[in-house]
């Protein structure tokens, strides 16, 4: 049964995102029929969110308010599970109308946890926020810029930013960086952009002049049914200045 739910996440994977006149028609195009079997096969491609949520739960507190952007079907705060019913509020944005319906149904029995169907570059909710996350989102919002603006404009003085995604370095990193080499550099954003996801070398260095780095690590992960082959990724933990 799990090898024929992973056959239809890659068939779809291998049609691509369709092409629609709106990012949430393409978003819901290609994630809309995957939604049931999305995290399955993401468990083993999305690599670093346990430890990025782990690193977040250091930097909470009991009543603390919560922003996951591009959160889709709610996985990811699963990670800190244990914690969710202490803090006041947490807020699950997606542009993805079928992945954030299984987010309403992971989440139900949580008065505290809202699934808000919304624009990440666009969305800000009322009050200042105390911590704000993105699990391979980055990479799938066609202005990213402004997502890790909006990010950063919602969090309260020393609030936390934490990211994890692809990405590819650029080719003259700064030295406490890893260089990456011309094929990697090349390969994935060639192999991801067919289904919308775009890994950078603009982001990490971005994330770091928007906020005060805590702490950046990057690694390489496996990809289901490509032996040999690992795709990077990074963790970041930000924080802005407290004024």
């Not at 990440?120 to 810029?145: C, G, H, K, N």
Request: net charge neutral; glycine share 6%.
């Amino acid at each position: 049964m799990r090898l024929a739910d992973d056959a239809r996440v890659l068939w779809t994977l291998l049609r691509g995102q369709p092409h629609a006149a709106s990012h949430a028609d393409r978003l819901n195009g290609f994630y809309g029929p995957q939604a049931e079997r999305y995290d399955h096969f993401r468990e083993r491609l999305l690599h670093g969110r346990r430890e990025l949520l782990e690193d977040l739960s250091g930097h909470l507190r009991p009543g603390d308010h919560v922003v996951e952007l591009g959160a889709g079907t709610g996985r990811n705060l699963a990670f800190i599970e244990s914690r969710v019913a202490e803090l006041e509020r947490v807020e699950l944005v997606d542009l993805c109308a079928p992945l954030l319906e299984r987010a309403r149904v992971r989440w139900q029995d949580h008065a505290n946890v809202h699934p808000i169907e919304a624009d990440a570059t666009r969305y800000r909710p009322e009050q200042p926020v105390d911590a704000v996350y993105l699990s391979y989102a980055l990479t799938m919002i066609p202005d990213w810029f402004a997502a890790i603006d909006n990010a950063i404009a919602m969090l309260r003085p020393g609030g936390v930013l934490g990211v994890v995604d692809f990405y590819v370095s650029r080719r003259h990193p700064t030295s406490d960086r890893t260089r990456h080499g011309a094929v990697t550099r090349h390969f994935w954003p060639a192999w991801f952009s067919h289904d919308g996801v775009h890994p950078s070398p603009d982001h990490l260095p971005y994330l770091e002049s928007r906020c005060r780095t805590l702490s950046v690590h990057e690694a390489k992960g496996r990809v289901p049914y490509l032996p040999g082959l690992k795709v990077p990724y990074y963790r970041f933990l930000g924080t802005t200045p407290r004024f």
